[in-house]
Structures are given as C-alpha cells and as structure tokens.
C-alpha cells in the first residue's frame, strides 16, 4: 500500500522535482479537483467514470483478449499490432504507431496488474490536477512522440515496441513534477522515487546497450515533465 501525505505545489510557480519544499496540502484537499476541465466523460449509475479509468479498462480489456488470442494459437495477430519500424517504413503499417501500447505479454501479467494500479493511482491525480483534455494531450504526446522517433530511428537500425509501460511510467514522472513533496514508499518523497526509478532503469538499458529503449524512456521522462512546467504547475 503507498502512503501519501498531500502537499501542493505554490500558486503561480513551477513545481519541479528538486523543489525544496512545499505548502502543506492537507488532508481535507484530498480528491478535490483542482482544474475547471476534471469532468467526467461518462457515468456508471452514480459513478463518474474519467479519462483514467476508461484507459485502465481498455488495457485490461486488450490484456484478456491478447491472452486469449495466445491461448487458441492466434498470437499472430498481437505482431500485426506491434510497433515494428521496417513494417511501418516499408510496410505501410502505420497504425502500428498507436496500436503497440494494447499489445501485453501474459508472460508481464503481475507487472502488468502494477502497472494499470500505478496508472489509476496516479494518472487520476493528474487527470485532476491539468483537466481532462490536458490529460488526454499528455497521454497521446507519450503514446505517438516515441514510435514516431523510433520510426526515424528505424532508418539505420530496425526497432520495436511493444506494450505501455513506458507511457504510464511517464504518467508517474507528471505527478511528481506536480506533487514533489508527496510521501510515497518507505515515507520517500515522489520527487526523489521518481528520480531514482529513472536512473535504476537508465543503468539497466545502458549495461545491456539499449539505445533506443534508453532514447525512449528519457524522451519519454522529457515529455511529461516539460508539459506540466510548461503548463505551469
């Protein structure tokens, strides 16, 4: 379980991840949205379901039927959806661009499972804090902005993608830049978790020379962060 003590960046200055302290977010604060534009897109009888919740639905919903298509011998259709840059630059596959977060290994199913928690424990939050359409921005710059780069990567070496572990690490690297001061594990600040995630996971593709996984992620970091500065939290 995370623990969070709540605080909130200043009014009118930026919030970065090596903000030195913050004004206390108290406990009332709590799930109070901070942006005009936190609306929901739709409702469960008196439920609102929000842009965080649709996308955790919809990576389960594509987790189960990947599993299924494994189980009856038709995983072949998952490599169809797969971001493969030789399939999309003389393939003319170009929805691979956006279909190769759907694709999940059963093989990452409990990674997976921590996954879509971490998106709907924070994605939620951040949806809250920079509004829905802000949101849904984000999310399409983390989803498109890397495959694109790879797509150009893949004119001197051939490149893949799979899954959206990278996007919704990314979701992560925004709350953090808009709540530094929260306590997470181990009573840790976000802004500290967040940094050391970034260089743990940096160290691991640079021993093992993954280049464009390397590119990917800090492309990934860069984009999150800069939107919420430059939306300015």
């Keep these: 379980l995370i623990r969070m003590r709540w605080t909130r960046p200043p009014p009118h200055h930026g919030s970065a991840l090596a903000l030195p302290r913050a004004a206390p977010f108290t406990v009332a604060m709590f799930g109070v949205a901070t942006s005009d534009d936190y609306q929901p897109v739709a409702w469960m009888g008196r439920y ?31 490599g169809v959806l797969t971001f493969d840059s030789a399939q999309v630059l003389y393939g003319g596959r ?20 921590i996954e879509m928690y971490m998106l709907f424990a924070f994605g939620r939050e951040v949806e809250r804090f920079i509004g829905r359409r802000a949101f849904i921005a984000l999310y399409l710059l983390l989803l498109l902005v890397p495959p694109l780069l790879l797509t150009a990567w893949g004119l001197w070496q051939r490149t893949g993608l799979a899954g959206s572990a990278t996007i919704h690490f990314a979701i992560f690297i925004a709350f953090a830049a808009i709540y530094p001061n929260v306590e997470l594990f181990l009573r840790i600040m976000a802004k500290w978790v967040a940094l050391i995630f970034v260089a743990a996971y940096s160290l691991q593709l640079l021993a093992y020379h993954g280049w464009a996984e390397l590119a990917v992620l800090w492309l990934s970091v860069a984009l999150a962060y800069g939107f919420v500065r430059l939306r300015g939290t």
């Design 94 to 113: 170009l929805w691979q661009i956006a279909t190769y977060a759907l694709v999940h290994s059963p093989s990452t199913l409990i990674w997976f499972a």
């Design 48 to 78: 609102p379901i929000h842009v965080t919740t649709l996308l955790v639905i919809t990576h389960v919903i594509c987790m189960i039927i990947g599993c299924l298509l494994i189980a009856v011998g038709a995983g072949s259709v998952l």
